[in-house]
């Protein structure tokens, strides 16, 4: 490979743009607001007044919690998300715990 070749690989071949938390946290915090059922107050989500999902910018990554159980005081899980999979990962599995909050109170 010559140079020019080298070149031109090395100009195509670029890593993924990079994290931007606060950015992540509106649109994280817009799809949770879509799912329906769950109540914004401040920085938390609750599902029938209980706290169920916490969230905060923390330069460039996320912490986020989110209950394992509905409580009035929850067990919470913690995460740290420092790249859009890892927010998308949390989302759905935000989706998954609402869903089965659902059934349950059916």
Do not use: C, H, I, Y
């Not at 950015?23 to 059922?37: F, T």
């Not at 007044?49 to 916490?54: F, L």
């Amino acid at each position: 490979m010559n140079d020019d070749a080298r070149d031109d690989v090395a100009r195509r071949d670029f890593g993924a743009p990079p994290f931007k938390a606060d950015e992540a946290l509106v649109q994280l915090r817009r799809a949770l607001r879509a799912l329906g059922g769950l109540t914004e107050r401040g920085q938390q989500f609750e599902w029938k007044g209980r706290p169920v999902v916490a969230l905060a910018a923390d330069g460039a990554q996320l912490q986020v919690r989110l209950a394992r159980r509905l409580a009035v005081n929850p067990d919470w899980e913690s995460r740290t998300l420092k790249n859009g999979a890892e927010v998308r990962r949390f989302g759905d599995d935000v989706k998954q715990r609402v869903a089965r909050w659902r059934e349950s109170d059916e």
